[in-house]
């Protein structure tokens, strides 16, 4: 069994939605989270390279230390060997940088125990090594160089400075330690990152393959709803096609049966009615095929241009030269409900016309219009024919005729005027636009 | 101006009306077929003036290849009646010269008008 077309290809459309909803729902989560870690990873790599800087500060400056204190000696040696003052003022200035550094390293390595420990034994055997160095300036500010000498010789500044660089050394050793070991972390990190960065390109690059690949789908979906659509309107059309054929052949059944019957049938007042009859078959066929053709617009009634077609056709169908035919009508399209009601009355006040207001011998007028009258719609047959007899009312006359446009201009929800003009016959009905 | 009239037509009783209503008018109907085989081979034999053509007819067959036939090999003219006279149709034909296109039902006075025009030539 087939299924509906637009059934499927809608749910097709549906699902390719809601997997397009699912892949950017999936995208921003994607990115986000990407972003955050990349984010995250980066400023782990800020604080391990950070750190690697910081140790690489703490060894600047403890080397710095040791200069200063190198320094000073120098100086030492300079003074007591010359007594020039200009030393003197080198080992002050080297103190106070040796000092200087020192407080330096040990607000740096605050957060190390192990190298606190060093510093404090470093401070310690500097000031001992300084110390001497006092000492020995003082001796030699005395003029007594020899003490001072000997005072160098004793040994223990010596002592102290080179216990001054093994912690140094020390310290030198923990902070290449760590610093080993700080840059091995930073490679690893900058490794991650990279990766992260490698992963986020490539989750970028499958999210684009998949939107396209979707993109794709959807277009191949919707070709598909459109070959489908356009098969459904081609069927359609192919049956309005069908349908119209067989109707069309139908009522042509029907005017063929009953214009043959009354061909044989010898009655003239059965052959009347039998035409009158065939008559009204083809206001009706005539409906139906100005409903079909419309300029291509299947289902449009326009009511007036039936009206002026119709009454031509009628008249013409008479082959009367001498009933000349006016029309004043406005195009309107009426409700399809509306159509054969008022084809048929149309048809019985023109075929009264003809017949009651134009008999054969007289030459005649018939006015036809069809328009807009306030709310409501108005279908008028008038002739300058002899006129009603006096009295005449459609209900005191029971002919068929009469009776049915009555009836069908009640259909219509609407009224049957019979007019009083000076000279012949008028009619109309009026009906309210839309019911 | 009377003509020999040849109808095509698988409904036998809008034949029958059809036939009634050309002699009405004073044409010979020489030959009736409601398919498109059985018309050929009578054509052939009773070489009519013109015919009217339906378009489907009895036997599934078509009464356009009929009427191109009927052009193409014997210069019988053709007048199409037919439900569902389609624009295709009308410049598919419009080759083979046709009298007309007509759309049922038919009465007597378009059929009229519609041989009118052959019968001034």
């Given at each position: ?50 750190w ?23 100086a ?21 940088k ?18 606190q ?45 080179n ?55 959807d ?6 709803t ?26 042509q ?16 007042a ?40 119709l ?34 009355i ?52 029971k ?19 019979v007019?009083q ?10 009906f309210?636009?839309?019911? | ?72 090999l ?25 009298i ?22």
């Amino acid at each position: 069994m087939a299924r509906d077309p637009t059934e499927v290809s809608g749910s097709n459309r549906q699902a390719a939605r809601e997997r397009a909803f699912r892949l950017l729902a999936g995208t921003v989560a994607a990115l986000f989270l990407a972003f955050a870690s990349l984010g995250g990873a980066f400023f782990w790599y800020d604080r391990s390279a950070a750190w690697v800087a910081h140790t690489h500060e703490v060894r600047n400056t403890i080397a710095d230390a040791l200069q200063a204190l190198t320094d000073v000696e120098s100086a030492q040696r300079g003074y007591i060997l010359t007594g020039d003052p200009t030393f003197t003022r080198q080992v002050e200035a080297g103190r106070a940088k040796a000092n200087a550094e020192l407080a330096a390293v040990d607000a740096l390595i605050v957060d190390n125990p192990a190298q606190q420990e060093r510093v404090a034994e470093l401070r310690r055997l500097m000031a001992k090594r300084l110390a001497v160095v006092d000492q020995t300036l003082v001796q030699r500010r005395a003029g007594d160089a020899v003490a001072a000498i000997r005072t160098i010789r004793r040994g223990e500044g010596i002592a102290a400075m080179n216990g001054v660089r093994r912690i140094v050394a020390e310290l030198e050793a923990e902070e290449a330690r760590l610093l080993v070991d700080r840059a091995r972390e930073t490679a690893i990190i900058r490794a991650v990152l990279i990766g992260l960065l490698a992963a986020f390109a490539l989750v970028l690059t499958f999210m684009f393959v998949k939107a396209q690949r979707d993109l794709s789908l959807d277009r191949e979906v919707e070709a598909d709803t459109a070959e489908r659509l356009a098969a459904l309107l081609a069927d359609r059309t192919l049956l309005l096609d069908e349908v119209n054929h067989r109707v069309k052949n139908s009522l042509q059944q029907i005017a063929s049966v009953v214009r043959l019957q009354s061909r044989s049938v010898t009655d003239s007042a059965a052959r009347e009615a039998l035409e009158k009859t065939l008559d009204r078959i083809m206001a009706v066929g005539r409906v139906h095929e100005q409903l079909y053709k419309s300029g291509g617009e299947v289902g449009v009634f326009d009511a007036g241009h039936y009206a002026k077609t119709l009454a031509h056709d009628l008249v013409d169908s008479m082959g009367r030269e001498d009933v000349q035919l006016t029309t004043e009508v406005e195009a309107h399209a009426l409700d399809l409900k509306q159509a054969v009601p008022l084809a048929l009355i149309l048809n019985e006040l023109v075929t009264n016309a003809l017949k009651y207001g134009c008999p054969a011998d007289r030459p005649c007028r018939i006015h036809v219009g069809f328009g807009t009258d306030g709310s409501d719609y108005r279908l008028s047959v008038s002739d300058d024919g002899t006129g009603l007899p006096n009295g005449f009312t459609p209900g005191s006359k029971k002919s068929l005729g009469m009776r049915a446009i009555e009836a069908l201009a009640r259909q219509l929800g609407g009224r049957f005027v019979v007019e009083q003009p000076e000279a012949g016959a008028a009619f109309a009905v009026v009906f309210p636009r839309s019911q | 101006m009377t003509m020999r009239i040849m109808v095509v037509e698988d409904d036998a009783l809008i034949a029958l009306d059809i036939v009634s209503l050309l002699e009405d008018m004073g044409h010979d109907v020489v030959a009736e077929a409601a398919d498109a085989c059985t018309a050929w081979e009578l054509a052939e034999g009773d070489r009519p003036d013109l015919a009217l053509v339906d378009i489907r007819l009895a036997k599934n067959t078509d009464g356009g290849k009929l009427a191109r036939k009927l052009y193409d090999l014997l210069g019988v003219r053709s007048l199409f009646i037919s439900g569902s006279i389609t624009e295709d149709f009308r410049e598919e034909m419009a080759a083979i010269n046709p009298i007309g296109f007509l759309g049922k039902p038919v009465t007597r006075r378009t059929l009229g008008d519609a041989l009118r025009g052959v019968t001034q030539h």
